[in-house]
């Protein structure tokens, strides 16, 4: 007998793109919700952490159409986060979790600021 296959789950948002930009003066995570049409989301939980604890749940839509922030303040904050959505009112994953990665210098080629954009799967 052969073995079934494992069973991917399809959540409802995908990484769609992202933009990085180097900031000497300021580390900070943000992006946009948008359903299967492209319309901004409203409501969403956006989940971010890394693996020390440091958690902050932002709602899509907060920050102007379907946007969504994480704000590390000032400086250069290197380390890797991870992000999220979430159901609004259940907490179930909506998402797969994206890893995103900060570095420690923010010449050419250095990331202090990360724009997240995700959308939803037609059909969701």
Known sequence: AQAAAPVQQ?????WEWVEVKPNCSHTLLFGTLRDGLNNPVYGEKVKTWNDWGNEAIS???SWGPGGW???FGDGIRPGTWHI????PTSGAPLSPVFDVRFTDQCGPGGVQEIILHLRAHPGF
Do not use: M
Not at 10 to 14: D, G, Q, S, T
């Open 10 to 14: 399809l959540f409802k948002y995908f």
């Open 84 to 87: 999220q959505v979430l159901h």
């Open 69 to 71: 922030q994480r704000d």
């Open 59 to 61: 709602i899509a839509g």
